[in-house]
């Protein structure tokens, strides 16, 4: 009896070993009938903040799908460092500071886009994606 437990938790111990997680299938991205991309405007130093570098992008929500976006909830990464609260407009940070969300009365229809702006810390644009959609 013991042996036959010893070769079980063997086997267990190889199955573990051996599995191959680098094949499995990658997941979709949940929302691929949405796509983000920036549009660079200018970089500058800004001598009355220690010489910062920032820079202005453009950001376009192209709804490439075939129902009407109520609201749509992106979310961002460390890169992300908007100069102030100033700096960006036709979106809204929420709360907690962890997202960014359409103005209440703005949709997004089918086929449409929606272009947001802000000014960020440094040269590169932020990791932008998408938390959740509320269809209409």
């Known amino acids: ?33 949405i796509q983000i991309t920036h549009h660079f405007i200018g970089s500058w130093r800004d001598g009355s903040r220690n010489n910062e570098m920032f820079t202005q992008y453009d950001v376009v929500i192209k709804n490439n799908g075939n129902r009407n976006i109520k609201q749509i909830v992106l979310g961002f990464d460390s890169t992300c460092r908007i100069r102030d609260g100033n700096a960006i407009w036709n979106m809204i940070v ?11 009365i703005q949709d997004i229809n089918a086929g449409a886009s929606y272009t947001f702006g802000y000014i960020l810390y440094g040269n590169a644009p932020a990791n932008l994606f998408v938390k959740n959609i509320f269809y209409n």
Do not use: N
């Open 1 to 33: 009896m013991r042996s036959i437990v010893l070769a079980c938790a063997l086997l267990l111990c190889i199955s573990f070993v051996a599995a191959d997680v680098e094949h499995r299938p990658k997941p979709t991205m949940p929302y691929p009938e």
């Open 94 to 104: 929420t709360d907690d500071g962890h997202s960014l969300v359409l103005p209440a």
